[in-house]
């Protein structure tokens, strides 16, 4: 079992090696690389790790399967590509099954390898949802700057301008996007459109729409800006005082999910005998499989019963 899992530990850390050295150059991807006629490294490992990122792109990728989008991984900060990600998981799910298996045994090594994973899924999910809502935050303002400026003669695509270089991330890098891709020539109400599907933020297809009725029937587009904007805060308040009031209850769910995880990797770490009873025998497989189902199933509920939609 040792020789086995140092065989794996050494096969893990070759292929992190190989996950480290997927942008070369810092965040430049290859095909840019090669479209200025600059040339990559040609180390072995750099190699490897193109081949590696390719075969999962054209196989994996390609064929429809991934854990994020681009534009998910772009609002969580991360400057890998998809296939890049991937590889990069995998290889650290390989390195801490590995050390699970070296330093604790099979049962350790297979929580480590499915935990990973999910903590990679679960850290992203959380840090696009939080730009999401800084986005959603910051909306009511860059409607009332928007108004202002109208007010002050500029064009709409002037003030989404304005709107760009005065505001903070993300509501900088959205409309900073739109205004670029009006100026090359694509319809304005469609780049709007895009960012309320980016930011899974419905209210925001109404600024794409007052924009595009304005367009077609007229009328005073800085007051219906500012009629959208209130809106959108009332909406903003009220979301807020549910999810002030559903917060107990959000964080007891919390609790009782991470509990037996909390305490099943200690036990598996501290005291890998006592969870013989469970890995060895039939009966300790079946209340595991039953348990792993019950706290699939309590943990759909709670998520049902604490998230509220209006």
């Known amino acids: ?52 990122v390719d075969q999962v792109d054209s196989h994996v990728v390609q064929r429809g399967w991934r854990p994020f989008s681009a534009e998910e ?10 296939a890049q990600l991937i590889v990069a998981v ?28 999910v903590l990679v899924k679960v850290l992203v999910s959380a840090r696009v949802a939080r730009q999401r809502r800084r986005f959603a935050d910051q909306l009511p303002a860059a409607l009332q700057m928007m108004a202002a400026s109208l007010r002050a003669g500029h064009s709409f695509a002037r003030s989404l301008d304005v709107v760009a270089r005065e ?31 980016r930011m899974d933020y419905p209210d925001f297809a109404w600024v794409a729409g007052a924009v595009g009725s304005q367009r077609e029937t007229g009328g005073n587009l800085n007051e219906i800006l500012d009629q959208v904007a209130e809106t ?8 807020q005082h549910v999810r002030s009031l559903s917060a107990e209850g959000r964080l007891s769910a919390l609790i009782l999910m991470v509990l037996p995880l909390l305490l099943g ?46």
């Open 265 to 310: 990797a200690y036990y598996l770490v501290a005291s890998p005998d006592l969870m013989q009873a469970f890995t060895a025998t039939l009966i300790g497989k079946l209340l595991l499989l039953l348990s792993a189902i019950g706290y699939a199933a309590g943990g759909l509920w709670m998520r049902s019963v604490v998230k509220v939609e209006f």
């Open 73 to 82: 991984l772009r609002l969580a900060g991360i400057s890998l590509s998809v």
């Open 167 to 197: 505001s903070e991330e993300p509501m900088s890098t959205e409309m900073a996007r739109a205004v670029n891709e009006h100026r090359l020539g694509r319809d304005l109400v469609e780049a709007l459109d895009d960012i309320a599907v």
């Open 90 to 117: 995998g290889a650290a799910t390989l390195a801490l099954g590995a050390l699970g298996l070296v330093f604790s045994g099979p049962v350790a090594g297979a929580f480590l390898a499915l935990a990973t994973p």
């Open 1 to 52: 079992m040792l020789a086995l899992g140092t065989v794996l530990l050494g096969a893990a850390l070759a292929v992190l090696a190989v996950a480290f050295r997927l942008t070369p150059g810092g965040a430049v991807p290859r095909d840019r690389l090669q479209r200025y006629g600059l040339r990559a490294r040609s180390g072995v490992v750099t190699k490897v790790s193109h081949t590696l």
């Open 232 to 239: 959108i805060r009332e909406r903003a308040h009220l979301r």
